[in-house]
Structures are given as structure tokens and as C-alpha cells.
């Protein structure tokens, strides 16, 4: 009885991971693309930088913050999105570069 709970659980935590999407943003040209990220809390945020030029992912939303530090050219990072709401995000090293996610339960 005990290992069919426990394997009910564990089949849970699986369902929910399984529905959990990717959202690619690529960082070039001075802009994220797209610069407008609809998303489900689990969801994760794929940043690449397309560009020959350093990037950097900050949002400072109230209960959002993150700082994803500097992106050289080529390179990824990522962002779990951990609970429902909007947030901004620009880039500290180009001060025209936004972007806006929505996030949704």
C-alpha cells in the first residue's frame, strides 16, 4: 500500500514536470526576441545571446529580482519560473533592451 502512494506521488511529480515548457530568448541587435514572453509558472526561460556583443538578464519587479550576471556571446542561461505574475527585464549593459514576461498559474 505503502509503494503505491509513494509511486501515485512520484507519478504526480513526473506529470507536473511533463507539462513544464522552454521559452527561448535570444539576446541580439540590441533587443530581446521576443521582447514580449507569455509563460506558466514551471516554465523555464532560455537566454542566448545571438550576439558578437556581452548581454546581461536583470529584472528589479518587487518579488521577482534576479540578477543573471553578464552573458558573453554564445552563451546561455536559464530561469525557473517559480510563481505566477509580470516582470520586466533589461539588460544593465544596453539601457534600450527590454523585455516584459507574464506569468501565469
Known amino acids: 500500500m505503502r509503494a503505491a502512494i509513494l509511486l501515485g506521488m512520484a507519478g504526480t511529480v513526473l506529470a507536473s514536470a511533463s507539462h513544464a ?3 527561448r530568448i535570444g539576446m541580439a541587435g540590441m533587443a530581446y526576441a ?3 514572453i507569455e509563460a506558466k509558472v514551471g516554465d523555464t526561460l532560455v537566454f542566448v545571446n545571438d550576439d558578437t556583443e556581452a548581454h546581461n538578464v536583470l529584472t528589479a519587479t ?3 529580482s534576479t540578477d ?3 552573458q558573453d556571446p554564445g552563451s546561455e542561461t536559464s530561469l525557473t519560473l517559480r510563481k505566477s505574475g509580470a ?3 533589461e539588460c544593465v549593459i544596453h539601457e534600450e ?3 516584459r514576461v ?3 498559474p
Open 34 to 36: 521576443p521582447a514580449m
Open 21 to 23: 515548457g522552454e521559452h
Open 102 to 104: 507574464v506569468v501565469r
Open 68 to 70: 543573471l550576471g553578464k
Open 97 to 99: 533592451m527590454h523585455a
Open 62 to 64: 518587487v518579488g521577482f
Open 87 to 89: 516582470f520586466d527585464l
